[in-house]
């Protein structure tokens, strides 16, 4: 497969002001539903039953219009290091910081839905630059998925997960970059088993939240604490999954709320950051509200919903149940994620597991809702990955 380099281009981003006072319009006329049925909803989780709080989406509308500044997420963006190329007709966006370390190993970050790009922008100066010089140091490129923000959006059926698993190993091999490590969760969690699975050659090893047992497992010999993770997931996935039914059903249908009108799709998006964080009463214990609002505004400007939903359609249930991953594997399992696998179930996926690591806290988000600790603990899984190698 060839790889001219010079098909890489610098890439800034800078949205008109016209779109942004459209989003402004839009935000000014919202019309809004009544308030939500909830009985006795003091502070905490249960206020969030029947979806988003309308008095929570309100007053995060008026932030969006009145306070939420766009430039200063775009400016953040162009100081990592912003770039475009065209992989099987397709072009792909993608942030890529390289460390000054000479010792510094390529790592590819993935990120999933409702997620993109914002999702690590605040730990690549750590993982490039770290403060501590024994700390290992990364060449950071931060892909966006297809069909997600600056990328192109898919006009055909195809770009699945094994596509994008294999279009990032030619992504990185245009950057200089045949052996390199991968990290992600959620869509990028199962991005990064598969290119741990198919491409050994090029991927030196893994670190992902994300580790799915294959088909056929069973409950036997699991401990207490293992069981509930399993009926956690089992739960998760047959009780509160609805959005992942009609993104994989029905994207198109879905797909006209979310670019038509911001409200439908701060909502839509902002629902997931509340139910699978780590928090009690609103995910802004952990997440600040700009942070949040610097994703759905990607998607926003970017016309995405629709097209990002699509990954849904395309790779829903679709994980390879026979491959297996041989690479060195590193595997965290934060305590509030969506979905947790005990460890004799990734066992039987993932042949080399070098680290396992059960933090005390973190969600679906721990880029965002831990940050020093997602930072610390990748670290320290690739290192274990690297040494694995030796």
């Known amino acids: 497969?060839?790889?001219?380099?010079?098909?890489?281009?610098?890439?800034?981003?800078?949205?008109?002001?016209?779109?942004?006072?459209?989003?402004?319009?839009?935000?000014?006329?919202?019309?809004?539903?009544?308030?939500?049925?909830?009985?006795?909803?003091?502070?905490?989780?249960?206020?969030?039953?029947?979806?988003?709080p309308l008095a929570d989406l309100v007053e995060l509308v008026d932030h969006w219009r009145t306070g939420y500044d766009w430039r200063a997420f775009e400016e953040h963006l162009d100081r990592i290091g912003q770039f475009r190329t065209t992989i099987d007709g397709l072009g792909i966006h993608f942030l890529h910081r390289k460390s000054t370390r000479a010792d510094a190993a390529p790592l590819v970050l993935t990120h999933g839905w409702p997620g993109s790009i914002a999702e690590f922008i605040d730990v690549v100066d750590e993982l490039t630059e770290p403060e501590d010089p024994n700390a290992p140091a990364f060449h950071?490129?931060?892909?966006?998925?297809?069909?997600?923000?600056?990328?192109?959006?898919?006009?055909?059926?195809?770009?699945?997960?094994?596509?994008i698993a294999a279009a990032w190993v030619e992504l990185m091999g245009r950057l200089g970059y045949d052996g390199f490590l991968a990290h992600g969760g959620d869509w990028g969690g199962n991005i990064t088993t598969i290119l741990g699975g198919r491409f050994p050659e090029h991927v030196l090893g893994i670190h992902t939240t994300f580790a799915q047992g294959p088909p056929g497992t069973t409950m036997d010999g699991l401990t207490t604490v293992e069981r509930e993770w399993?009926?956690?997931?089992?739960?998760?996935?047959?009780?509160?999954?609805?959005?992942?039914?009609?993104?994989?059903?029905?994207?198109?249908?879905?797909g006209y709320s979310l670019v038509d009108s911001p409200v439908g799709l701060l909502a839509w998006i902002l629902d997931k950051y509340a139910e699978w964080s780590d928090t009690e009463d609103s995910p802004f214990e952990t997440i600040s509200r700009d942070r949040i609002l610097d994703d759905v505004t990607l998607y926003?400007?970017?016309?995405?919903?629709?097209?990002?939903?699509?990954?849904?359609?395309?790779?829903?249930d679709s994980l390879d149940p026979e491959l297996r991953v041989d690479?060195?594997?590193?595997?965290?399992?934060?305590?509030?994620?969506?979905?947790?696998?005990?460890?004799?179930?990734?066992?039987?996926?993932?042949?080399?597991?070098?680290?396992?690591?059960?933090?005390?806290?973190?969600g679906h988000f721990p880029s965002l809702e831990v940050p020093e600790y997602f930072v610390e603990d990748l670290r320290e899984g690739l290192a274990a990955v690297l040494a694995a190698r030796r």
Not at 140 to 163: A, H, M, N, Q, R
Not at 300 to 316: C, F, M, Q, V
């Open 230 to 254: 399993a009926e956690g997931t089992h739960h998760f996935w047959r009780h509160r999954a609805a959005y992942a039914k009609q993104q994989a059903t029905r994207p198109q249908t879905i």
């Open 140 to 163: 950071v490129v931060i892909p966006s998925l297809p069909g997600f923000g600056y990328s192109d959006k898919p006009t055909t059926t195809g770009w699945g997960t094994e596509k």
């Open 327 to 362: 690479v060195p594997s590193a595997i965290t399992m934060y305590p509030r994620d969506t979905e947790r696998y005990p460890r004799p179930w990734a066992r039987e996926r993932y042949r080399q597991i070098v680290r396992w690591r059960e933090p005390e806290r973190g």
């Open 1 to 52: 497969m060839s790889r001219p380099t010079e098909d890489v281009e610098v890439f800034e981003a800078h949205t008109s002001e016209s779109d942004l006072e459209d989003l402004r319009a839009r935000l000014a006329s919202a019309r809004f539903p009544e308030a939500e049925t909830v009985a006795n909803a003091g502070p905490g989780p249960h206020r969030w039953e029947q979806g988003v």
């Open 300 to 316: 926003w400007l970017t016309r995405t919903g629709a097209s990002a939903a699509r990954i849904y359609y395309e790779s829903h």
